[in-house]
């Protein structure tokens, strides 16, 4: 076993496999689009009306809890859609509210998206 990979799992026991975002370095908080600020998660998956899935919400960060295999992390989002270069821009003015789901591991994405 090397030594990465028991680091990863000492982070993964220690975090409950949930990413803490201040100290995760798969997240870089001065980004300026989703995909950069996800920027060690390959999978994220996005959902509309955050406020009216609050509780779905707190059943899925329950769902990841026992179900993911490797790290998650989730965060709301004020987002807009560039048009120029279709993606998801952070806007802090106005644009929607959106919540954010992002996994290290694409089998955690695929059941996550297919549950949820």
Partial sequence: MS???????LIRTFYNRRSDSTL?????????TVKDFYIGYPHVIRWDNTVDNYQNAERAKIWCRENCVGLY???IHRVYINKWTNEWEFNEIGSGDYCF???EKE?????FALTW
């Fill in 101 to 103: 789901w992002a996994f």
């Fill in 24 to 32: 995760d370095k798969r997240i870089y908080h001065d980004a300026t």
């Fill in 73 to 75: 992390t989730t965060h």
């Fill in 107 to 111: 089998e955690d994405a695929v059941m």
């Fill in 3 to 9: 030594i990465k990979s028991s680091i990863d799992d």
